[in-house]
């Protein structure tokens, strides 16, 4: 499995080494862009997008989407918000859980509606895509909270550096880190791939197909929430429109990283280079001077060409098994 | 289930510790309580329409008002009009995410060739031809790259409106020809404005060609089973190109009527419609898994929409109250069905 060539053919080699082309380009045109420091603030910047894109490939590797995300980060923000400037006095740690923990029902909504009621996932989130952006406006009346009605220790939580690196960074690195574990090393991961590559065969090995897709959105949620109040305290101000469309971002970010739609593939470190090359061509178009206007086409591109490579993988591993499977027969006729 | 009855007993004579063998009921005839309501669908989507035109004529005196129903039709003919088209790429099997994109990208060039000075009907064609190739570009991603459609239009859905951004960035087009206009604001007799004729024209169209044709019947045999009508010799790929080419006209068309309606372009013209588009589809019975779905259903979904959003404008509801709600109606509507299939199935196992 960790032989060198198949390490070099795994997706998310290949990505770090595009990464790395791109970085090169980069710096052919804005040397300074590759600095150390400025490369700590892309990871930064590409925090919130990370932890909302692990959270989506638990979901896409049982092959469901959660369309829910950003809405869900726009109103566990506000309610997180909204709670801190009507009571200045609670500690930020139990407003932080709070928020984590409201985006965690949320997204056990989801999964509810999903294993409970078998309603297909892409439905359901768009249902409540709206629902909770509309619940935010239904909580603030629409009304903005803004950079002073919240407390001072609320806003600064994400920017108080720790060794050379602000919070909000080391909760990303915090959240790789435990999802790779979880991903990896324990039963609940191994079976979000089991049901996305095979759920008939991964009830028939005593895995319960529905509760792993509800853990998946549960996650999903949770990280939502988690989100919401880092994106509210990283830009200071809480509104409906919050994150409007972020979510298409974070389901772009799986995509590139060679998270497979049709589940089962995937892994956190690919979600993570994914989101980082989105992170770094947002923060290094207007270094080199191109016009942010072009950012969205160019990602779009981006998006299109990942998955053309991705699906040419799939159906190249497809092949060869074809192949071996053409040569057995031969051999026994 | 009475022919395993008898088996528990047995099993437990023998002393074995595994629970008894679950209960199964393999059903000999369709499902009929299930059969009926997704039969009634669509009056379910006409009772509801009933009660919203009542609950509205009731509580606000305006709405009864041929005028306010025609103005009422605006605000979801041009999403309508895309609905047709994307039920077909539903049925299929696919999706379609990338249309508001094609509406944004589309409209930037009839504003580019506007800007050229050219006149209206080479302004309109230049926005269905747009339409046109967005959606050749996500036929051949579909087909021939073989690229599942929701992440292919999810990248070309950035790609079309980025376009729009990047020719266009925070400016806008505000000056049209000016028959331009007719498209969005003009009426083909009285109180018919052009948008709602067309729609009603192409809804007739889409119905015949769903219900009454090779090509309908096509389109549902590969949603329910692409590999099946593959091997049956209908032409899989050829036939989804052509559905997304649709698709990509549709929303060219919408884009015509949409811009010449507001008269100016911005490339955030028509931000979010692609999922209010698909709750259309999808609360109008097209199955998101394909093979299962009406026209008429759609049209219903499209005027439960149309109507419920104008008659709570009426009544001072903010939009995204609104969206609550089509949100909630989207979700409640399609779970209807499924739970009623489930308990019925309960009532049947617990009967003797």
Redesign the interface.
């Known amino acids: 499995m960790t032989a060198p060539h198949t390490l070099l053919k795994s997706r998310e080699a290949l990505l770090l080494i595009a990464g790395t082309v791109l970085l090169g380009l980069i710096a052919l045109r804005a040397p300074d862009f590759v600095t150390p420091g400025n490369l700590a603030t892309v990871f930064t910047d590409s925090a919130i997008l990370i932890i909302l894109a692990i959270g989506q490939t638990a979901v896409i590797l049982t092959r469901s989407?959660d369309?829910s995300v950003a809405a869900n980060l726009a109103l566990t923000g506000m309610a997180g918000a909204m709670l801190n400037a009507a009571h200045p006095e609670l500690p930020v740690p139990l407003l932080v859980l709070a928020s984590a923990g409201m985006g965690l029902g949320l997204g056990a909504v989801n999964g509810l509606?999903v294993w409970r009621?078998?309603?297909?996932s892409?439905?359901?989130t768009?249902?409540?895509?709206?629902?909770f952006?509309?619940?935010a406006?239904?909580l603030s009346g629409?009304e903005w909270v803004n950079t002073f009605q919240m407390s001072p220790a609320y806003l600064a939580l994400p920017r108080e550096t720790l060794l050379g690196l602000p919070v909000l960074a080391w909760l990303a690195v915090a959240v790789i880190g435990l999802a790779a574990l979880v991903f990896t090393r324990t039963a609940a991961g191994r079976a979000l791939y089991a049901v996305g590559g095979n759920p008939v065969a991964a009830v028939y090995a005593g895995i319960d197909a529905g509760r792993a897709v509800f853990r998946a959105f549960c996650l999903s949620g949770l990280l939502a929430g988690l989100c919401g109040y880092l994106w509210v305290s990283r830009f200071a101000v809480a509104y409906?429109d919050v994150a409007?469309?972020f979510e298409?971002d974070v389901?772009?970010a799986c995509?590139i990283g060679g998270v497979s739609?049709?589940g089962g593939v995937g892994s956190v470190a690919g979600a993570v280079l994914g989101a980082l090359f989105l992170g770094v061509i947002k923060n290094a178009l207007p270094v080199v001077g191109v016009?942010p206007?072009?950012?969205?086409?160019?990602?779009?591109?981006i998006?299109?060409a990942a998955?053309?490579l991705n699906?040419r993988a799939e159906?190249a591993k497809g092949r060869i098994i074809l192949r071996r499977l053409d040569v057995g027969q031969e051999a026994g006729a | 289930m009475t022919m395993l009855t008898p088996n528990a007993p047995f099993a437990a004579d023998h002393g074995r510790d595994a629970p008894p063998p679950p209960v199964r009921v393999i059903p000999d005839r369709a499902d009929a309580p299930f059969a009926t309501l997704l039969k009634s669908w669509e009056a379910l989507l006409l009772a509801l329409i009933l009660a919203i035109f009542t609950a509205n004529s009731l509580a606000s005196p305006y709405f009864l008002d041929v005028w306010n129903l025609s103005d009422a039709t605006f605000n979801f003919t041009e999403k309508a009009i895309v609905a047709l088209a994307l039920a077909f790429v539903i049925l299929a099997g696919e999706?379609d995410?990338s249309v508001a994109g094609i509406i944004a990208l589309s409209s930037t060039i009839m504003g580019a060739t506007a800007a050229a000075g050219l006149p209206t009907p080479v302004v309109a064609a230049a926005g269905l031809v747009a339409g046109l190739a967005c959606g050749a570009v996500n036929g051949l991603?579909v087909t021939t790259?073989?690229?599942?459609s929701?992440?292919?239009t999810?990248?070309?859905?950035?790609?079309?409106?980025?376009?729009a951004?990047?020719l266009?960035?925070?400016g806008a087009y505000t000056r049209y020809p000016d028959g331009f206009s007719y498209f969005g604001q003009g009426y083909v007799w009285e109180w018919l404005s052009f948008e709602f004729a067309a729609f009603l024209a192409l809804a007739l169209l889409a119905g015949f060609l769903l219900h009454h044709t090779a090509f309908g019947r096509t389109v549902r045999a590969i949603g329910h089973n692409p590999t099946a009508a593959a091997f049956s010799g209908l032409r899989v790929r050829r036939v989804k190109f052509w559905l997304f080419l649709a698709t990509g006209l549709a929303a060219g068309l919408a884009s015509v009527m949409l811009t010449s309606r507001l008269g100016s372009t911005r490339?955030s013209i028509a931000?979010?419609w692609e999922?209010e588009i698909?709750?259309m589809v999808?609360l109008g019975g097209v199955s998101?898994?394909g093979g299962v779905g009406t026209i008429p259903g759609v049209v219903l979904a499209a005027l439960v929409m149309g109507l419920l959003t104008f008659g709570l404008g009426l009544l001072n509801v903010?939009g995204?109250?609104m969206?609550?709600i089509?949100?909630?109606m989207?979700?409640a509507v399609?779970?209807l069905p499924?739970?009623t299939r489930?308990l019925s199935l309960r009532l049947r196992r617990s009967a003797p």
Do not use: N
């Open positions: 989407i369309l509606l009621i078998g309603l297909p892409i439905v359901v768009l249902g409540t895509l709206t629902i952006r509309g619940a406006f239904v629409g409906v409007a469309g298409l389901i772009a995509v739609i049709s016009s206007f072009w950012q969205m086409s160019i990602s779009g591109a998006i299109i998955v053309i699906t159906r | 999706i995410i991603l790259l073989e690229l599942p929701i992440v292919a999810i990248g070309t859905m950035s790609l079309f409106r980025g376009l951004y990047g266009l960035g925070d490339p931000t979010g999922l698909v709750t999808v998101i898994t903010s995204i109250i969206s609550i089509v949100g909630a989207l979700i399609i779970a499924i739970l489930k």
